[in-house]
């Protein structure tokens, strides 16, 4: 063989390997940035609850120096404001009071590894099911209803869902179950335009539980694997709405007898201890399986999520911190409590 072809094909060889090797170690890069990028960002989404509590508790111990009744009683304070609640607090502080008899504490400064693994293990302890996560059954379709007062962020979660099981090949059919603002309706028609789904929608005023009857009818025949149900904003105090919800879930049962397979009560998680009492109204009238809380980006509230389970027999399921897709997030234990202690 001549040998210039030889060096032509051993520099071309050479070439392609040299590319293989570069495409493989971008690639590689690439995506250790995007779980970098994930796991940094919710430690400054929690940016402000991380300071509400960590920030305080040096400043209370260092105004405080020394561990006594004093101290405890700052902390317990401390963990109010951060919106965990009176019980929950209460039960917290116990539990350290028993650690520092225990273990002989004496120095303020060891305070704080002490209580984040007391609300590590309290959280551990109230999520021990697995009916603690989405329950994200095979049997399709997949049918979850979103519940919620007004302007929680109901819709928006359900175009974050709604792109998450796109994304992984899944079929999506939105219902549009709020029918009282025809721009309710249309905001739901672009979610679901960008976010690769179906909607299933009927003019203004009309019952919902029609737009749902023909929604799980489609998601029957058309063999969807994933059912969004979304539905207007309303007051818990409200009886009739209250009931309105509660004729949804028999209509969706009527078709599937085992769905929805989750009743999701959207909460903002800046109301406060008002949630408490939603979430109790809201179980009562359509037996909830989990909470979303959102807007937690925007709050030195977080505390809700460590309180709200301890309080109420119903997990945290999702948590939003924020307006991108990227910004629906299961809830972890050990996720949340490195991003608010670490
Ligand atoms: N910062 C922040 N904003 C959020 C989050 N979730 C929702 N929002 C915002 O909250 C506002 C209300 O959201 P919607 O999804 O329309 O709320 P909704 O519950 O459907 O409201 P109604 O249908 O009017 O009852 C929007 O501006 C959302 O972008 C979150 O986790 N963080
Ligand atoms: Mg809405």
Not at 28 to 49: F, R
């Amino acid at each position: 063989m001549d040998t210039n072809l030889i060096i032509y094909i051993a520099v071309a060889l050479f070439v392609v390997l040299c590319s293989i090797i570069i495409l493989i170690v971008i690639k590689k890069k690439t995506t250790n940035v995007k779980i970098d990028a994930k796991q940094e960002s919710l430690k400054e989404k929690l940016a402000k609850t991380k300071n509400g509590l960590l920030g305080k508790m040096a400043e209370i111990v260092n105004l405080r120096g020394k561990v006594d009744n004093d101290l405890m009683d700052d902390l317990e304070e401390m963990l109010l404001q951060a919106d965990i609640g009176v019980q929950t607090s209460g039960d917290i502080i116990d539990s350290l009071k028993d650690e520092i008899k225990l273990q002989k504490i004496t120095a303020a400064d060891e305070i704080q590894k002490h209580l984040e693994e007391i609300i590590r293990e309290l959280l551990l302890k109230d999520y021990g099911r697995e009916t603690d996560q989405l329950q994200y059954k095979n049997s399709k379709p997949f049918v979850v209803l979103f519940t919620g007062v007004n302007g929680v962020g109901k819709t928006t979660t359900i175009a974050k869902l709604a792109k998450r099981f796109t994304e992984k090949g899944k079929s999506v059919l939105m219902v549009a179950g709020d029918t009282f603002r025809a721009a309710a309706i249309d905001q739901l028609a672009i979610w679901a335009e960008r976010t690769g789904s179906d909607i299933m929608r009927q003019q203004e005023g009309s019952d919902p539980s029609s737009v749902v009857y023909d929604g799980m009818m489609k998601a029957i025949n058309k063999k969807y694997d994933v059912v969004l149900i979304d539905t207007a904003g309303r007051q818990h105090t409200k009886i009739n709405l209250m009931n309105e919800l509660s004729k949804i879930k028999r209509t969706i049962k009527k078709i599937i007898p085992d769905a929805p397979h989750e009743t999701l009560l959207v909460v903002d998680a800046t109301t406060g201890q008002n949630a408490i009492t939603q979430a109790e109204l809201f179980n009562k009238a359509t037996e909830l399986s989990g909470l979303v809380l959102t807007k937690l980006d925007g709050t030195a509230k977080g505390g809700i999520v460590i309180g709200i389970k301890h309080q109420l027999d119903i997990p945290v399921k999702l948590i939003g911190v924020g307006e991108t897709y990227n910004d629906l997030r299961d809830f972890d234990i050990n996720e949340f409590v490195e991003a608010i202690f670490e």
